[in-house]
C-alpha cells in the first residue's frame, strides 16, 4: 500500500531496531532538566478525560517549560526540536511554523490552549506565529483521533501551547511567580520573562511578559545577514471560582516582534492583540458531567518594510475569532467516557500595497460538530473513537478577478484501539479518514510573493483532500526501561501541493528569462502516500545515592511521493538520529546530545538536495543553595560542532543556514 525505495526502508527500520536494542544502555534525558519544583506531565490536548499521556493510542510530545527555557527559540518549532517526526520551517528567527512528519502549513494546527493562534503563518512561510516559547509552561504535539476535536485544518497534528493565563484552578499559594534572564553569544541575544499567579478569595489573577532582543546571527565563517529578532509581549487575566469545579475567566493579551527575511533585505513588523474567555462548569445533570466553553478575538497585522527607505511594501491584516464548547459525560451504555462539541470560527484577511497583488480578501467561516469517546473492551483494552462534520464557506477573487464563494463538508473519523499486553507495555492502533478543506492561499494565490521568492498561482477548482491513514504505537516503561515509537501511512485522495515549474518570473508574472528572481509555484494536486517511523529509548544505567546516570537514543524518518510519476513530495524532512547522556542530582544535571540530520536527496522537481549535518548539544544546570532549590544557573551549547547546517523543509534553505555555535547562560528563579 505505501511504497518506497527498499533501501531507504531498510535504513529506517535499522534506525529504530537500534533504538530498541539500546533500550539497557539509556535514561530519561528529560527528567535532569526539569526544575525541582515541576509538577507530572498534564496532557489536556490529546484527551478531555485523562491526564495521563499513556491513556491514547498514539504518541504525545511534550516538551516541559525547563526545556523551553533552555532551547533560547523565539518560535515553537525551535522548542520542538528533539520531538521525534518534529522539524520546523526556519525561514526566519521570527518565523518558524511547526512541521509534523513533514506536515506544515494547512495541515498543522497551532493553537494557545486550545484556541487557534489567529495569523498568517498559513500565507506564507515568511510570516510568524505569534505565540512566544517564554509565555509558555509547556508545549503538546498530538495526533490521531483526538486532533478531530481541533479542525480539519489538522490532518497531521497539532502542537498546542500551554500557559495560565487564564487560570483553570486556584493556585496553592497567594502568590508564587517566575523569572528569567539569558544571554547568547551566537546572536547576542538578551531574553527576559517573568510569570506571576496569585489568588485572593475565589479569584485567581496570572500576569506575564517577556523580550527578547537579537542581532544577527553567527554562522560558521560569518553571520547571517537580515536574521536579527526583537520580541516583546505581555497578559494578564483572571478567573473566579465557583466551588472547587465550575470557573470562568478572561485574559487580554499583547504581542510585538520585528525580524528580518534572511536571504532577502525586508523585516517584518507584526503586532497583536487578542481576548480570550475561558470556563468550566460542573453539571452533574445525568450523565452530564461538564461543559467547557473556549474562544477569543483577535486583531493581527504585519508590515513588510523596506530599511532602506523605511517604505511599508505590503501590510497584511487579519481579523479572527474562534469559539469553541464541549460537554463531557460519563457512562452512556458501552460508553465510558465522551465528549460532544461544536465550533464556531470565521477569519477575515485582508492585504494592502504589494501584499494585495498577491492575494486579494478572503473571509473564510466554518461551523463544526465532533466527538471523542472512549470504550472499554475488557479489563486491559478501550477503543477510542472520533469524529468531525464541518461546514466551510470561503469568499475569495481568484486570477480571474471575479468574486468567488465556496462551501465544502468535511466528514472526517479516527478509530483507535489502545492494549495494555502487559504490566508496563502497551500497544496502539489507529486507523484515521480525514478531510481538509483546500487554505485561502491554495485557492486564491494570484502573484508575487517576495518572501519566499515566489509567484504563485492557485487554484479555485481545487477539490477537498482525503487523508487515510493508520499508526501502531508502541510503549515499554519500567522503572528502568522507557520506550516508546510508532510506524505510520497515510495515502492521500487529492493531496494538494505547491509545484515549482523550475520557470522564473518577475513581478509582473513574465516568466521565462533566468535572471527573474520568483520562482513560479502552482497549486496541484495529485494523490499522494505518506509513511514513516519514530521511536524514542531512555532506561537507567546507574542509580546510586548521589546521582543517575544515563543515556537517551531517538529517531525518525518519513517518506513522501506522489502517484503517476509525480515524484517526490515537495520539502520533506531527512531522517534524524541521535544519542546522548545524562547525569541528574540534587545539586546539578547534565547532559549532552548528538544528533545527525541526514543527507535528503529525495527531491520534488527544481528542489536542491540537502547535505547531512551532525549536531551537538549540551547543557549543565546547577542549583547552588538546596535552601534556595528553584534558584538555578544553566549553561547551554548549540550546535557546538559549529557546522554548516541547512534545513532541508525550508523553501530559503539554498540562501540561509542555520545557526552556528552558541553558548547561552540561563537564570531562573522561582518563589
Known amino acids: 500500500m505505501f511504497m518506497c525505495h527498499p533501501r531507504g526502508a531498510a535504513f529506517a527500520l535499522s534506525i529504530l531496531a537500534t533504538t530498541a536494542l539500546h533500550t539497557t544502555l539509556a535514561v530519561a534525558a528529560e527528567a535532569p532538566r526539569r526544575p525541582p519544583e515541576a509538577i507530572d506531565q498534564v496532557v489536556v490536548t490529546a484527551s478531555p478525560f485523562s491526564n495521563d499521556a499513556d491513556d491514547i493510542a498514539t504518541i504525545i510530545g511534550t516538551v516541559s517549560r525547563a526545556d523551553i527555557l533552555k532551547s533560547g527559540g523565539a518560535n515553537l518549532a525551535d522548542v520542538l526540536g528533539d520531538v521525534p517526526g518534529v522539524t520546523g520551517t526556519s525561514f526566519a528567527a521570527g518565523a518558524s511554523r511547526p512541521v509534523i512528519r513533514g506536515f506544515d502549513a494547512n495541515r498543522v494546527r497551532v493553537l494557545e490552549n486550545g484556541i487557534g493562534s489567529f495569523d498568517v503563518s498559513d500565507v506564507g512561510p515568511d510570516h510568524g506565529v505569534p505565540i512566544d516559547p517564554l509565555s509558555t509552561q509547556r508545549v503538546e504535539v498530538v495526533r490521531g483521533a483526538a486532533t478531530l476535536r481541533y479542525g480539519s485544518q489538522a490532518v497531521g497534528g497539532v502542537v498546542n501551547a500551554i500557559n495560565n493565563r487564564i487560570p483553570m484552578e ?5 502568590i508564587s511567580g517566575e523569572a528569567t534572564a539569558a544571554y547568547s553569544t551566537g546572536a547576542d541575544a538578551k531574553q527576559g520573562s517573568a510569570m506571576v499567579d496569585g489568588k485572593a478569595g475565589n479569584f485567581a489573577f496570572h500576569a506575564d511578559g517577556f523580550i527578547h532582543r537579537t542581532s544577527d546571527y553567527d554562522i560558521p565563517g560569518g553571520t547571517q545577514a537580515n536574521s536579527f529578532f526583537r520580541g516583546d509581549g505581555f ?35 507584526m503586532k497583536q492583540t487578542k481576548g480570550i474567555v475561558g470556563s468550566s462548569f460542573a453539571l452533574d445533570l445525568g450523565p452530564l458531567k461538564t461543559l467547557t466553553i473556549d474562544g477569543g478575538y483577535a486583531h493581527y497585522t504585519h508590515s513588510e518594510i523596506d530599511p532602506a527607505t523605511n517604505d511599508v511594501l505590503s501590510t497584511f491584516i487579519d481579523k479572527e475569532w474562534d469559539s469553541r464548547a464541549e460537554a463531557l459525560t460519563g457512562a452512556i451504555g458501552p460508553i465510558s467516557d465522551a465528549a460532544f462539541g461544536l465550533q464556531a470560527q470565521q477569519k477575515h484577511f485582508s492585504a494592502l500595497g504589494e501584499g494585495g497583488n498577491y492575494l486579494f480578501p478572503t473571509q ?86 517576495d518572501g519566499p521568492g515566489t509567484y504563485e498561482t492557485g487554484n479555485p477548482n481545487l477539490h477537498m483532500e482525503r487523508a487515510n491513514s493508520v499508526e501502531g ?37 513574465n516568466c521565462g528569462p533566468a535572471q527573474n528572481e520568483l520562482r513560479q509555484l502552482f497549486y496541484e494536486q495529485r494523490d499522494a502516500a ?11 544505567v546507574y542509580q546510586m545515592d548521589a546521582g543517575t546516570v544515563g543515556t537517551v537514543v531517538m ?12 515524484g517526490n513530495v515537495p520539502r520533506m524532512p531527512p531522517y534524524h538520529v541521535g544519542g546522548g547522556l545524562a547525569w541528574n542530582s540534587k545539586p546539578f544535571d547534565a547532559s549532552f546530545m548528538l544528533k545527525y540530520s541526514g543527507t535528503q536527496s529525495a527531491v520534488a522537481f527544481a528542489e536542491t538536495s540537502t547535505k ?21 544557573i544553566s549553561l547551554v551549547g548549540h550546535n557546538l560542532t559549529n557546522r554548516i547546517q541547512r534545513n532541508a523543509v525550508a523553501i530559503n534553505k539554498d540562501e540561509v543556514v542555520l545557526p552556528g555555535r552558541d553558548i547561552r547562560v540561563v537564570l531562573r528563579s522561582a518563589f
Open 170 to 174: 486556584l493556585p496553592m499559594h497567594d
Open 530 to 540: 505518506f509513511w514513516g517511523l519514530e521511536g524514542k529509548t531512555t532506561v537507567s
Open 612 to 632: 547531512g549535518y551532525a549536531s551537538l548539544d549540551a547543557q549543565i544546570a546547577w542549583r547552588p543553595w538546596q535552601t534556595k532549590p528553584n534558584l538555578e
Open 364 to 449: 473564510t467561516t466554518n461551523v463544526a460538530g465532533f466527538t471523542f469517546a472512549e470504550i472499554p473492551l475488557g479489563p486491559d483494552v478501550r477503543l477510542q473513537f472520533g469524529g468531525r462534520v464541518e461546514h466551510v464557506s470561503i469568499d475569495g477573487t481568484p486570477a480571474s478577478n471575479v468574486l468567488v464563494n465556496l462551501a465544502f463538508t468535511p466528514v472526517s473519523g479516527s478509530a483507535g484501539f489502545l492494549w495494555e499486553a502487559a504490566p508496563g507495555v502497551k500497544l496502539g492502533f489507529t486507523a484515521t479518514s480525514a478531510a481538509r478543506v483546500p487554505g485561502q492561499t491554495e485557492l486564491f494565490a494570484r502573484g508575487p510573493h
Open 473 to 509: 504505537t508502541v510503549r515499554w516503561r519500567t522503572d528502568i526501561v522507557d520506550f516508546e515509537g510508532a510506524a505510520w501511512g497515510a495515502k492521500f485522495k487529492n493531496f494538494i501541493y505547491g509545484r515549482l515549474t523550475g520557470v522564473m518570473c518577475d513581478d509582473d508574472g
Open 235 to 269: 497578559a494578564g487575566g483572571g478567573s473566579y471560582f465557583m466551588g472547587d469545579d465550575s470557573h470562568a475567566g478572561a485574559a487580554i493579551v499583547h504581542y510585538d516582534s520585528k525580524y528580518g527575511i534572511p536571504g532577502d533585505t525586508t523585516f517584518i513588523d
Open 555 to 566: 529517531a525518525d524518518y518519513v517518506r513522501a511521493r506522489l502517484a503517476n510519476g509525480g
